[in-house]
């Protein structure tokens, strides 16, 4: 039931781009993504909504492909505060009840 | 400055004891969460409240109970009878319970039991 995220980590040097993907194995209404460093609360990053909505940070980007049920977090140009721990969260209904996933852990090298 | 409050950041209890998490909210939100996270594993949905006087189980309530007699707060009681419960505590509030609003999340308390 929970989504798998893949990678599972990935090293970047500074400027390099990274793509992160989410996969449910149920029919999708939202995914929620999130960033979490070590010890701090998850920080939000966007929201993509069944019918194309989407909220979020401009300088993040993502995908949400209702068929596949899956979203991806597309990251440019990074920097080293892109670092930590990266979470999408899905709901399957018109709740706010988020199943989160399994986490891609991000380090990103000067 | 509007936001969560998670009291205390560190707690440390005996094995059998029943202890209270506290999670305070100025942001007028509706709807608020708590949630446990393990060691490198994802947020596992514990409660949920939707509205004052109004809270459903989530995924792995056992264990755990909640009250919301106040807008602002949302107390989690971690009791006796849940097995492992030594984990970060996640508190997160949102405007309402739609799929479509992000979810702030506290600062988290570590409870370790001994």
């Known amino acids: 039931q929970q989504p798998v995220q893949s990678p599972q980590a990935v090293i970047l040097r500074e400027g390099e781009d990274a793509v992160i993907n989410c996969s449910s194995s149920?029919?999708?209404?939202?995914v929620h993504w999130y960033r979490q460093k070590h010890g701090e609360a998850p920080v939000f990053l966007m929201i993509?909504?069944?019918?194309?909505e989407q909220k979020g940070h401009e300088k993040i980007s993502a995908s949400f492909n209702e068929k596949k049920q899956q979203s991806s977090l597309y990251l440019t140009a990074s920097q080293l505060s892109y670092s930590g721990t990266y979470f999408c969260g899905s709901t399957g209904g018109a709740t706010n009840k988020l199943i989160f996933g399994t986490g891609t852990l991000l380090a990103v090298q000067p | 400055d509007g936001g969560i409050t998670q009291s205390p950041k560190y707690l440390f209890r005996k094995e059998g004891q029943n202890v209270t998490l506290s999670c305070e909210q100025n942001l007028n939100h509706d709807a608020m969460y708590w949630y446990r996270q393990d060691p490198g594993q994802g947020l596992r949905l514990i409660y949920y409240?939707?509205?004052?006087?109004?809270?459903q189980k989530g995924d792995i309530a056992e264990g755990y109970s909640v009250s919301r007699e106040k807008k602002e707060s949302f107390p989690l009681t971690v009791t006796s009878a849940q097995k492992n419960p030594t984990a970060f505590y996640l508190c997160?509030?949102?405007?309402?319970?739609?799929?479509?609003?992000?979810?702030?999340f506290g600062p988290g308390t570590r409870l370790t039991v001994l």
């Open positions: 149920k029919a999708l209404y939202s």
């Open positions: 993509l909504l069944k019918g194309g």
């Open positions: 409240s939707q509205i004052v006087n109004d809270f």
């Open positions: 997160a509030s949102s405007l309402v319970a739609d799929p479509g609003d992000e979810q702030f």
